[in-house]
Antibody, heavy 121, light 107 residues
């Protein structure tokens, strides 16, 4: 059974760095073809893909967030991480992580429950 | 970026009815398309991938079709548990992009 769970600070102030952790089970990021993606959703709005990391440490970012994103992984502990620098109120959202690579190469088949993040002074 | 235009934004239908949601890509995405269902307060759930492949465990009343730039999700014999928002997503090219969503309600 594949499970993912996001964790984060809950609330932070503008200009701070948001650090998110995705802890997963049921698959390994050292397995060929596996990946983890991060997606966010402001309350009542649509979904925005942020970044992916793959089993071979290949990384892709959404250019709309320019150079504010950093994705990484800890294969031994089944975790993936996302950092967003210089946050502002527009970064307030629920942040999801999702498994990628099954049943198709780029499909997000299992999602975490989401971590709510509020940016407020 | 590939723009995904989803329609309608909202839809009201009766139990047992067939509903169709459309998604148009701004360029050919070669069937690199998924459909997700999201119920209030829950995370999205994969329904369809590669435009027309039904994900494991998804009821067969859901189906996907299309090619090129035009894709659709069909729900046959609408059930009460299908009340949700539905999103299309292209993964043919980075950055991955989503449609704005369709909110499906019961009439």
């Amino acid at each position: 059974q594949v499970t993912l769970k996001e964790s984060g600070p809950g609330i932070l102030q503008p200009s701070q760095t948001l650090s998110l952790t995705c802890t997963f089970s049921g698959f390994s990021l050292s397995t060929y073809g596996m990946g983890v993606g991060w997606i966010r959703q402001p309350s009542g709005k649509g979904l925005e893909w942020l970044a992916n990391i793959w089993w071979d440490d290949d990384k892709y970012y959404n250019p709309s967030l320019k150079n504010r994103l950093t994705i990484s992984k800890d294969t031994s502990n089944n975790q993936a991480f996302l950092k967003i620098t210089n946050v502002d109120t527009a970064d307030t959202a629920t942040y999801y992580c999702a498994r990628m690579g099954y049943p198709g190469p780029y499909v997000m088949d299992a999602w975490g429950q989401g971590a709510s993040v509020t940016v407020s002074s | 970026d590939i723009q995904m235009t989803q329609s309608p934004a909202s839809l009201s239908a009766s139990l047992g009815e067939t509903v169709t949601i459309e998604c148009r890509a701004s360029e050919d995405i070669y069937n690199g398309l998924a459909w997700y269902q999201q119920k209030p307060g829950k995370s999205p759930q994969l329904l369809i991938y590669n435009a027309n492949s039904l994900h494991t465990g998804v009821p067969s009343r859901f189906s996907g079709s299309g090619s090129g730039t035009q894709y659709s999700l069909k729900i046959n014999s609408l059930q009460s548990e299908d009340v949700a928002s539905y999103f299309c997503q292209q993964y043919y090219n980075y950055p991955y992009t989503f449609g704005a969503g369709t909110k499906l309600e019961l009439k």
